[in-house]
C-alpha cells in the first residue's frame, strides 16, 4: 500500500473548559496535523468520573467553523444515541460546514454508563452490532435522498477489532477502519480485514488502516509494513499536551517524503 501517512489527534472532551479545547484545535492545525477526532461520551472516561465534559456533534459543528484545513470528526460516534437518519443529515450540515472535511466515525457503542444516565437501552454487544448493522445502509441512503447533498463522498470511519462483525462491516462500509494494539494486532487484524473484502469482492486497498498510538514514533515503520498509515495520538484536558504529537507529525513528514507518498 502507498497511501500517504496521515496523523490525528483525539483531542477527548474531558476535564477542560470549552475555551482550553478551543485553543488546542488551533495549536493543532498549526502544528500541521492531519485529522482532529474527539470522542462521542456524556461523562470523562477517566480521572475524575464527574468531571468536565462537552457533548461531540455541537462541539464538531464549531470546529467545522474553526478550522479550515484539517479533516474533523468523532472518534467514534456512538451509533446508539442518535437515530441513524438523524445522525446522517447532522453528518451532511457539518460536511458542508467544513467544506467537505468530515470524517463520519462510528462505532457499535460500550460506555454504559452514558446509556444509564441518558436513558438509552444499553442491551448487549449483540444487540447494540445488530443496530449497527442496520444504521449503516439507512445512513447512506439517507445521504443520496437530502437536498443538497454531501459535498462528498463522507469517509466512513468503522471503529473496533471485532473480527466476526466489525471487521465485517468495516470490509463492507468503511473508507478508514480504526483498531489499536501492538504490531502483531495491527498485522492480525489487517489480515482478517482483507479476508472480509475478498469474500464481499471489494478491493482492501480501498479502506485506510488506522490505529491509536500513545507513545513516539519508535515503531511506526513496522506498523506501516503491516498496512497502518493513520496514526491517532489521544491527549486529555486540561492541559492537551501535543509534544507526542508533534513527534509524529515531524516523523510523518520525513518519512512521506523519503518514500514519496506525501
Sequence with gaps: MTKPVRVAV????QHADYAQIRDTVA??????????YNWDHFFPLYGDPDGKHFECWTMLGAWAEQTSRVEIGALVTCNS????????????????????RLILGIGAGWFERDYTEYGYEF?????RLDALEAALPRIVRRWERLNPPPTRQIPILIGGGGERRTLRYAAQYAHIWHGFGDVET????????????QEIGRDPNEIERSIGVDGPPTQAEEFVAVGITQFTVGVSGPDYDLTTLRQWIAWRDEFNAKTGRG
Excluded at 442491551?123 to 444487540?127: A, D, F, L, N
Excluded at 495491527?186 to 473484502?197: I, N, S, Y
Design 186 to 197: 495491527a498485522r492480525h487484524k489487517c489480515a482478517v480485514l482483507d479476508r472480509w473484502c
Design 27 to 36: 495549536r493543532a492545525e498549526e502544528a500541521g496535523v492531519d485529522i482532529i
Design 10 to 13: 483525539q483531542l477527548q472532551p
Design 81 to 100: 444515541y442518535r437515530n441513524p437518519d438523524l445522525l446522517a443529515d447532522m453528518a451532511r450540515t457539518v460536511d458542508h460546514m467544513s467544506g467537505g
Design 123 to 127: 442491551g448487549t454487544p449483540g444487540t
